[in-house]
DNA sequence: CCGTTTGGAGAGTGGCACTATCTAAGCATG
DNA sequence: CATGCTTAGATAGTGCCACTCTCCAAACGG
């Protein structure tokens, strides 16, 4: 199909398109003369991954772009590629110092890691991304005056560790390796707004449980 | 104290704080004189909230000035406040159409609250923000090819309400409602990348588990 | 009295995700 | 072949956002 039909197919417009197949986020099209270019299904497939990881999952450009030729990269195996791939998708602000209370939230993380036996995270992966984001949220969290202690973050952990286990299991009802490399960052990503906005529904109800009233104001928002 | 020990305690540059306050992020300090203000440690605490929402919590300063006004709004009371800064907080696409699968996926979600006799989401709140990103990631998700039933989303919707529980909890610990109050947003916001890194850090350990190194990792299937 | 500091306001900056414009080369039709 | 529409690709521009810079006049302080 021609750029065009993409673009119909998708609801992309054609110069986002364009752009995207300049920052390298969308293979090239196979090239039927000089202006002119056919694209697959394939191509689609993709373009609607990118939109999604970009619009709902907030992905930056360059970081989806990371992510993505991750997933295609011929020099890496299969969980080498999804390693790679999921190390480059977060995006959290990098810390300022490496002062006492960064030490403290440190030391706490690493006490609930042990805990838990997430030997793997404590050890290989002890500044990964996931890693640096956790103890720069308890070190906000500390500043502001809401120590969080191994305990507090337990429940959240245990949350994680059944969450991860459903995720598993629902990447490997899919077959061939590519789809599960897909399926795998597609999930991780787009289950996090599901997960965000189910964990403020259940607030809203479990405070109505709780003190009785509806949660919602009247005088407000158009 | 003045703009420049509030700079100095908080580590935000005057400019920023000056814009704050523009912003209306901040309340004035007490003018003194004509171009004195004296600032509180109420003001400190301020600042360091508006902080962690705009840069660990991402919260648009559009977003962050209407939570802070609803938090501090004398014509509501307490649950008011808290609701409507709670509603004001989230920021995800607007759905661009109504059509089959916005449809479809707004059943599905409608099935899962029915199920978990979540009434009070269904009814009143049925267009919060939060049902708002949940029906679209569950758009988005059906689009790329990945249908999630009420069935998928039961283990994400149960880590939802333990986790809501133990918030709730955390709140409660404080005394007056304005702690209450700051702690309900500061908590809500910044636990959110907490359980998401949790979650990516437990992916990778349940990886590992399963496919990893040959060392420790034996096929052990969930 | 005078250099420095302060609060305030407006304009400017840089990053990012597009988006509009332009150009040259097709392809389609008469 | 002439004519007009479409396409791929490149370059420059746009809008938004979170700051950040510059300036001013008042005022503090030695």
Avoid at 30 to 53: C, D, G, K, P
Avoid at 109 to 126: F, I, K, N, P
């Amino acid at each position: 199909m021609r750029l065009a039909e993409l673009s119909r197919r998708s609801g992309v417009p054609t110069a986002t398109i364009k752009y995207y197949l300049r920052e390298g986020l969308l293979p090239p099209g196979r090239r039927v003369s000089a202006t002119q270019a056919e694209y697959e299904e394939a191509h689609l497939q993709r373009l609607r991954l990118v939109r999604a990881l970009v619009q709902v999952g907030r992905v930056p450009i360059a970081s989806a772009r990371e992510v993505l030729t991750a997933l295609e990269d011929d020099s890496l195996d299969h969980s080498a590629r999804l390693g790679t791939a999921v190390w480059a998708l977060p995006h959290g602000p990098e810390p300022d110092a490496d002062d006492a209370v960064r030490k403290d939230a440190r030391r706490t993380v690493d006490t609930l890691l042990g805990r838990l036996d997430w030997t793997h995270a404590q050890e290989s992966a002890a500044e990964s991304p996931a890693y640096r984001m956790l103890v720069t949220s308890v070190v906000t969290l500390a500043r502001l005056g809401y120590p969080c202690s191994a305990d507090d973050l337990a429940p959240y952990a245990h949350a994680g560790r059944e969450l991860a286990v459903t995720d598993l299991d629902l990447i490997e009802r899919y077959e061939s390796p590519d789809e599960q490399l897909e399926a795998a960052v597609a999930l991780t990503v787009l289950y996090e707004p599901v997960l965000l906005s189910l964990r403020r529904i259940a607030q809203a109800e479990e405070s109505e449980r709780r003190y009785g009233r509806p949660e919602r104001g009247d005088g407000e928002r158009a």
